[in-house]
T-cell receptor, first 112, second 114 residues
Framework: AQSVTQPDIHITVSEGASLELRCNYS??????LFWYVQSPGQGLQLLLK??????LVQGIKGFEAEFKRSQSSFNLRKPSVHWSDAAEYFC??????????FGSGTRLLVRP | DAGVIQSPRHEVTEMGQEVTLRCKPI?????LFWYRQTMMRGLELLIY????????DSGMPEDRFSAKMPNASFSTLKIQPSEPRDSAVYFC????????????FGQGTRLTVV
């Protein structure tokens, strides 16, 4: 069965510092991988996605993620965090039926 | 396009009452998903429709929950009777092959059962 693990419940970084949010997945075939962001009281917005090809994918708001098959990981990165990036981030995996299975989320706090 | 539209945004109801949540997917999208978000269980897929047909309802927690999609532009999630443990945020999302499986989410309905 598919599953997604986000080992960090909370992460706090200083504004301007770099960020990496971890995501590990379990899936038998080549997965479709996603990162979504959720601001308080809002729905989920797609940051980026990976289907195939280049394992380093660029997303919106300056985010990127790297697919590493050998590590079953799809970590999200940003070189310089802004205060507006404070939110909850969800990694997700989908199969060919397009059902999304979400991780438990990582809440990002940004110190001024 | 206005995106996925859910109504109501907030619902407070008494235990035992029937609750109906509504969703209008993005025009042209042929897949629709209902998710539930709670602190304890995170985001759970409840049911998934493709071309108005329920494909997978294995996530529906109990018979008290039912979902319909009478046409391509409307879906409902009904809870009857509601219980306090149903309190959660319910999200609807839609997608299509043309979006490369990207699911677009509504803003959710916050349900409180007292």
């Amino acid at each position: 069965a598919q599953s997604v693990t986000q080992p960090d419940i909370h992460i706090t970084v200083s504004e301007g510092a770099s960020l990496e949010l971890r995501c590990n997945y379990s899936y038998g075939a080549t997965p479709y991988l996603f990162w979504y962001v959720q601001s308080p009281g809002q729905g989920l917005q797609l940051l980026l996605k990976y289907f195939s090809g280049d394992t380093l994918v660029q997303g919106i708001k300056g985010f990127e993620a790297e697919f590493k098959r050998s590590q079953s990981s799809f970590n999200l990165r940003k070189p310089s965090v802004h205060w507006s990036d404070a939110a909850e981030y969800f990694c997700a995996v989908a199969d060919s039926s397009y059902k999304l299975i979400f991780g438990s989320g990582t809440r990002l706090l940004v110190r001024p | 396009d206005a995106g996925v539209i859910q109504s109501p945004r907030h619902e407070v109801t008494e235990m035992g009452q029937e609750v109906t949540l509504r969703c209008k997917p993005i025009s042209g999208h042929n897949s629709l998903f209902w998710y539930r978000q709670t602190m304890m269980r995170g985001l759970e897929l409840l049911i998934y429709f493709n071309n108005n047909v329920p494909i997978d309802d294995s996530g529906m927690p109990e018979d008290r929950f039912s979902a319909k999609m009478p046409n391509a532009s409307f879906s409902t999630l009904k809870i009857q009777p509601s219980e306090p443990r149903d309190s959660a945020v319910y999200f609807c999302a839609s997608s299509s092959p043309s979006t490369n499986t990207e699911a677009f989410f509504g803003q959710g309905t916050r349900l409180t059962v007292v």
